[in-house]
Structures are given as structure tokens and as C-alpha cells.
């Protein structure tokens, strides 16, 4: 592809993704149960992460609202599969939160199982953004999930949140020991985003890997 021609197609992404987020999101529904699942129609990102990684601050960051998906200091807030409609042609699935959280063991382990049968059997979920904490990086809970979608097939983009505070230096070696599991992952996008809500840093990235879903089909 020529220089011209690449450019081109940058602006063109670009100026999709502007238009898929320029207007207000839509709150659609909370999913508690799989047959409770709206109907697949469309495609679907899910955003998915151990409990307090910061999965409903991406999303309000991403859509540029606030308020859209509550945020919590307690890890567990989010108890459902919330799904919000963008543009009326992708939906974004803010997922429970996997690994430790302040609830009942029982009902953390609901939330789990929802979770882990939502990836598996999903046929409209086009992506998965899997949120890792920088400041604690790769666990064996984030190793089982990557297992769970290499096996079910469904593509994923690992993003490094909470950017802001951690040391550049040590924020490489997040990185760095991150592509080394991705390499075994077929079902992975081989580079890793790094994003802070709070700072604005890797949502334009976000927003353009998005759109060009659209683009696709």
C-alpha cells in the first residue's frame, strides 16, 4: 500500500471512530443469567479484566460519559453483564470482574461461571479487550482466561490500564513479559495497548481497533 494510500485509510478509521463514539451511548440491558442474553445481532466487544481493573472507568473514558458504567474502589461492583449500544451498531459488554472480590464465594463464582460460558458461546462477540493491571501485571487468573479464548477462538487485545502510576521502566517489563505469554496465543492480538483512563492515554488506539471491526463485517 502506497504512503497516500495508507494515510488515507488512517483518516478514513479515524473519522469512523469519531462517528461510532460522537453520540451518546446507549444503556441497553444487565445480564444476569444467559438466557437473558439480548438477541445476537450485530457485532459485540466485550471488555473483561479481574475484579478492579478498571474496566467500567475504561468504558466511561472511552464513550467520554462519566457516569455510564458505575465505578467502584470495591472490587465486585459490577454483578451482571451491562451492554451498551454505540451508534446503534456495535455493543460494548462491560463483563463481572474475575478473580477476588468482596462477595460471597458462591456468588463470585456465578459471576465467573457467567462469564466464562458468555466467552465460550458467544456468536456475535467479534473481540475481547482484556484488561491487565499495570501496576501488578500478568496472574494466573488473566493465563486462564487467555486459555478459555484461545480455546473458544474468539480474538483478543490484551491492554495494560492504570498507566499513569507505574514507572515507565517497570511499565516495559509488564509489557515485555506479557508478549511473551501472547506468543503462545494464536487467538491474541500480538502487540499490547497501554491505557489510562484518567490521563486519556491509548483510548484513540481503542476506539480505532473498534471501529474497524464495522469495517469487516
Known amino acids: ?18 462517528l461510532l463514539f460522537a453520540r451518546p451511548p446507549r444503556f441497553m440491558l444487565g445480564v444476569a443469567r444467559l438466557d437473558q442474553l439480548p438477541e445476537a445481532a450485530g457485532p459485540e466487544v466485550a471488555i473483561a479484566g479481574r475484579s478492579n481493573v478498571g474496566k467500567s472507568s475504561l468504558i ?6 462519566g457516569d455510564l458504567a458505575r465505578t467502584s474502589n470495591t472490587p465486585g ?3 451482571q453483564l451491562n451492554y451498551f449500544e454505540l451508534d446503534g451498531r456495535l455493543r460494548l459488554v462491560d463483563l463481572p470482574g474475575y478473580g477476588f472480590a468482596r462477595a460471597p464465594k458462591a456468588m463470585v463464582d456465578a459471576w465467573t461461571e457467567l462469564v466464562f460460558a458468555f466467552l465460550r458461546g458467544r456468536p456475535t462477540l467479534r473481540l475481547v479487550v482484556l484488561l491487565i493491571d499495570g501496576r501488578h501485571g500478568f496472574k494466573g487468573a488473566d493465563e486462564e482466561a487467555m486459555s478459555l479464548l484461545g480455546k473458544a477462538a474468539v480474538p483478543f487485545v490484551v491492554v ?5 502510576l507505574v514507572p515507565a521502566a517497570e511499565l516495559d517489563r509488564r509489557v515485555a513479559a506479557i508478549k511473551t505469554a501472547l506468543a503462545k496465543k494464536p487467538a491474541a492480538w500480538p502487540n499490547v495497548l497501554i491505557s ?8 484513540e488506539e481503542l476506539r480505532g481497533l473498534m471501529a474497524g471491526l464495522l469495517a469487516t463485517g
Open 60 to 65: 466511561n473514558a472511552l464513550t467520554g460519559r
Open 1 to 18: 500500500m502506497s504512503s497516500k494510500a495508507e494515510t488515507d485509510a488512517a483518516a478514513a478509521l479515524a473519522e469512523e471512530a469519531r
Open 77 to 79: 461492583r459490577t454483578q
Open 160 to 164: 495494560l490500564t492504570k498507566a499513569d
Open 196 to 203: 489510562s483512563a484518567k490521563k486519556g492515554r491509548g483510548l
